[in-house]
C-alpha cells in the first residue's frame, strides 16, 4: 500500500539520541516500514519553545544536514523529495521518500531572509509556531488573544513566495484567523484533529476544517493519545476512524490526509507506529469505505498537493 505521512519528528530524534532512519528502535524506523510502497514522510525538524534567534536556525542544520546523510547512506533507498520529479521517482521505484519540513517558526530567528535560506534546504513546509509564542505570532497554549505578529505577517507573504506551505498546526485561533485572511495560497494543519470529536485545544473546529477545506488545504490525522480522545488512555486507532469520518461528514473527501505525529506524541497500544499503518487502512477497508477513497486519504491528497504547492512547483 502507498503511504505519505504529513509529520513526525523522527529526525529530531535520531538527533539527539545519535540514533539513524535504520533499526533505530523508533516510531518510525525504516526496518518497519516493509508493507509500505512506496513510503513518503515529512520529517519535522522541532524546535523547542525556548530555543531562540541563530540558535535555533543552527538546530534546524544540524538536523537537516543528519536527513541529508542518512540520504546518502541508504544507497538510493530513501530519496530527498525536493521537486515533483523526485516524487515520481519514488513512486515508480516503490521506495521511501523524505520530504523536509520545520516546526516551529522560530527557526527564522526574526529573520525574513533565513527563509531563502529555509527554500535553500529543501524545506517544504514551516509549522508558524509550536505551544508557545515566536516571533511570528502566538500558540495554541500560550495565554493571551492575539494572532500574527507584524513580522509574522511578512513572514507568511515571503514563505508563500518562496513556495514554502503555511503549516497552522499548533495555532492560537487568533493566528489560525489571521493566516486564514491573509493567505494567497492553500494552508495546512499537518497534524490536527477534530474538536467536535475531542476537545483538546490543539484540535481544528469545524470552522477551521472547513476554511482549510475551502482554499484547497490539507488537513493530517494525528495519533497523539490526547488528541485523539478526551479519556487519552482509552485511545485507540478506532479514534483514528471518528476523526475521520466526523470531517469526511463535512466533505472533507480531497482535503484530508495523515498526519501521524510519529516520534513527537504518546501512541495508543494498537497503532505504535509506522509497522501499524497497514492495519489502520485495512479497517477502513472492513467498515466499508471504498479503495479509492482510502488510498487519498493514506496517500492520494497528500501527493497530488505537495506535487503542486510543497515542491517546488508553484511559488507567487
Not at 133 to 159: I, M, W, Y
Not at 245 to 265: I, N, P
Not at 272 to 291: S, T, W
Request: proline share 4%; glycine share 12%.
Amino acid at each position: 500500500m502507498r503511504y505519505f505521512d504529513l509529520h513526525c519528528d523522527t529526525i529530531g530524534e535520531c538527533l539527539s539520541r545519535g540514533l539513524p532512519l535504520r533499526g533505530n528502535g523508533l516510531a518510525v524506523d525504516l526496518d518497519r516500514a516493509g508493507g509500505l510502497a512506496p513510503y513518503v514522510q515529512c520529517y519535522a525538524v522541532w524546535l523547542p519553545d525556548e530555543l531562540r534567534g541563530e540558535a535555533a536556525f543552527r538546530h534546524f542544520c544540524d538536523a537537516a544536514g543528519l536527513l541529508d546523510r542518512e540520504v546518502t547512506a541508504s544507497g538510493g533507498e530513501l530519496l530527498r523529495c525536493r521537486t515533483p520529479k523526485d516524487l515520481d521517482r519514488v513512486e515508480a521505484r516503490g521506495c521511501r521518500g523524505a520530504v523536509l519540513t520545520v516546526e516551529n517558526g522560530s527557526v527564522l530567528g526574526g529573520r525574513l531572509e533565513h527563509v531563502q535560506d529555509l527554500k535553500d534546504r529543501g524545506v517544504a513546509m514551516l509549522t508558524l509556531t509550536w505551544n508557545g509564542e515566536n516571533e511570528l505570532g502566538r500558540g495554541v497554549l500560550s495565554p493571551g488573544d492575539t494572532g500574527l505578529t507584524p513580522f509574522g505577517r511578512q513572514a507568511v507573504k515571503a514563505l508563500e513566495r518562496a513556495g514554502i506551505v503555511v503549516d497552522v498546526s499548533h495555532a492560537s485561533p487568533e493566528l489560525f484567523w489571521d493566516v486564514a485572511g491573509l493567505a494567497e495560497r492553500p494552508i495546512v494543519a499537518s497534524h490536527s484533529n477534530a474538536k467536535a470529536v475531542c476537545g483538546h485545544p490543539r484540535n481544528l473546529t469545524k470552522e477551521q476544517f472547513l476554511a482549510i477545506r475551502d482554499r484547497g488545504g490539507l488537513v493530517g490525522l494525528n495519533f497523539f493519545q490526547s488528541f485523539l480522545n478526551d479519556r487519552p488512555q482509552e485511545a485507540s486507532r478506532e479514534d483514528v476512524l471518528r476523526h475521520a469520518e466526523y470531517f469526511l461528514a463535512l466533505g472533507g473527501e480531497d482535503t484530508l490526509a495523515m498526519g501521524s505525529d510519529f516520534d513527537g506524541a504518546k501512541l495508543p497500544a494498537d497503532l505504535p507506529g509506522v509497522d501499524g499503518i497497514p492495519g489502520l487502512y485495512q479497517m477502513f477497508l472492513d467498515r466499508g469505505y471504498p479503495e479509492a477513497l482510502v488510498e487519498k486519504l493514506f496517500y492520494g491528497n497528500a501527493a497530488r498537493f505537495f506535487r503542486r504547492w510543497g515542491l517546488g512547483k508553484e511559488s507567487l
